[in-house]
Nanobody, 123 residues
Framework: QVRPVESGGGLVQFGGSLRLSCAAS????????VGWFRQAPGKEREFVAA????????RYADSVKGRFTISRYNAKNTVSLQMNSLKPEDTAVYFC????????????????WGQGTQVTVSS
């Protein structure tokens, strides 16, 4: 069982930066694909970024390419999402999720989810 826990959310001004972290115990997490998703009020959950278990493959939503960077440090069972040049439309609850297969942009293909962390970008 993988239990991701997100941290690092908060309030930031337009153009600012935040770094989200996702941590989980156990070897299974370091062998899992990890994805970040977000959900704004009244909207469906959407894919943000994903990274393969070995960090070789990364994928990004078009809306965050060039601004967000996903990375992982398996020795400490953590995955980070560095978010730069933040915009008000990035405001959402951000979720970390894990799966045993290759990277995917589909939320339904992820088996384990964290509780989420709120990111609010003021204009």
């Amino acid at each position: 069982q993988v239990r991701p826990v997100e941290s690092g959310g908060g309030l930031v001004q337009f153009g600012g930066s935040l770094r989200l972290s996702c941590a989980a115990s156990g070897r299974a997490f370091s062998e899992s694909t990890v994805g970040w998703f977000r959900q704004a009020p009244g909207k469906e959950r959407e894919f943000v970024a994903a990274i393969s278990w070995n960090g070789v493959t990364t994928r990004y939503a078009d809306s965050v390419k060039g601004r967000f960077t996903i990375s992982r440090y398996n020795a400490k069972n953590t995955v980070s999402l560095q978010m730069n040049s933040l915009k008000p439309e990035d405001t959402a609850v951000y979720f970390c999720a894990a799966r045993g297969g290759p990277t995917s942009t589909t939320a339904l293909e992820y088996n384990f989810w964290g509780q989420g962390t709120q990111v609010t970008v003021s204009s």
